[in-house]
């Protein structure tokens, strides 16, 4: 692969490992959407690494209390914060999640905080009882596959979306889903017995709940217009 060099060093994107992510298909995502851009990826534990690195990936798998301690406990998470104020990230699933206040999740009546990188909470799916459309109760964890709608950010849908249809479907595993407080953050939508937030985005952040690693072509494309994207 050609590698771009800005002032002597090549460019590279960092998917973070703090122990909870599912990185080796990340991984393997994001190295075949940077096929031909000149990217180099790689997965690190090093803050170092991540500082110097060019763009972000923050995966997540699992109880969000487990993921903020391991980020916190890892050292990475000062890094993680450095990287959000200045240069292009990328969370998935529960490093979607994280990037916001608070969760639901975690101890009863106290949850567990997250970065505070995009303000709002995660909350849990309270579907018992509700119907699906076909009759069959709706599930949690939400598994498998389902539709996201764009949201306009500034005027047009996210630049990230890039040519990704309207109405593509998406992977999804999770029991909790964000609510940004300002809905201008909110720029993908999916019906789950009422409308979520399936991606969510601020000035050089995009985050979703799916996994674009396990969803095909059209993942493959939001990693590669990430990589493209200029904020």
Same mark, same amino acid.
């Not at 494309?221 to 990589?227: D, G, I, P, T, V």
């Given at each position: 692969?050609?590698l771009i060099v800005s002032g002597g060093?090549?460019?590279?994107?960092?998917?973070?490992?703090?122990?909870?992510?599912?990185? %080796?298909?990340?991984?393997?995502?994001?190295?075949?959407?940077?096929?031909?851009?000149?990217?180099?990826?790689?997965?690190?534990?090093?803050?170092?690494?991540? @500082? =110097?690195?060019?763009?972000?990936? +923050?995966?997540?798998?699992?109880? !969000?209390?487990?993921?903020?301690?391991?980020? %916190?406990?890892?050292?990475?998470?000062?890094?993680?914060?450095?990287?959000?104020?200045?240069?292009?990230?990328?969370?998935?699933?529960?490093? !979607?999640? !994280?990037?916001?206040?608070? $969760? =639901?999740?975690?101890?009863?009546?106290?949850?567990?905080?997250?970065?505070?990188?995009?303000?709002?909470?995660?909350?849990?799916?309270?579907?018992?009882?509700? +119907?699906?459309?076909?009759? $069959?109760?709706?599930?949690?964890?939400?598994?498998?596959?389902?539709?996201?709608? @764009?949201?306009?950010?500034?005027?047009?849908?996210?630049?990230?979306?890039?040519?990704?249809?309207?109405?593509?479907?998406?992977?999804?595993?999770?029991?909790?889903?964000?609510r940004p407080a300002d809905a201008r953050?909110?720029?993908?939508?999916?019906?789950?017995?009422?409308r979520f937030s399936s991606a969510i985005? %601020?000035?050089?952040?995009?985050?979703?709940?799916?996994?674009?690693?396990? $969803?095909?072509?059209?993942?493959?494309?939001?990693? @590669?217009?990430?990589?493209?994207?200029?904020?």
């Open positions: 692969m050609n060093r090549e460019k590279t994107v960092a998917v973070v490992d703090y122990g909870m992510g599912n990185l %080796r298909s990340v991984s393997q995502a994001v190295q075949a959407a940077a096929a031909g851009t000149g990217y180099r990826v790689v997965i690190t534990a090093n803050p170092d690494e991540v @500082r =110097a690195c060019e763009r972000v990936v +923050l995966p997540g798998q699992g109880a !969000m209390p487990d993921c903020m301690r391991e980020l %916190r406990e890892s050292g990475l998470q000062a890094s993680v914060l450095e990287a959000a104020a200045s240069k292009p990230l990328f969370g998935v699933c529960v490093g !979607m999640q !994280m990037l916001l206040d608070h $969760s =639901a999740e975690g101890p009863a009546g106290v949850g567990t905080p997250g970065l505070g990188l995009i303000h709002g909470e995660v909350l849990k799916f309270e579907l018992a009882g509700q +119907l699906q459309p076909d009759g $069959s109760r709706y599930k949690v964890p939400q598994m498998g596959w389902n539709q996201v709608y @764009r949201n306009n950010h500034g005027g047009a849908p996210h630049p990230v979306w890039g040519d990704v249809p309207d109405g593509s479907y998406f992977y999804f595993v999770h029991s909790f889903y964000a953050h909110s720029v993908g939508e999916t019906d789950y017995g009422s985005a %601020r000035d050089n952040i995009f985050a979703t709940q799916f996994h674009p690693e396990k $969803s095909a072509e059209h993942g493959l494309s939001l990693y @590669r217009n990430f990589l493209h994207w200029n904020p």
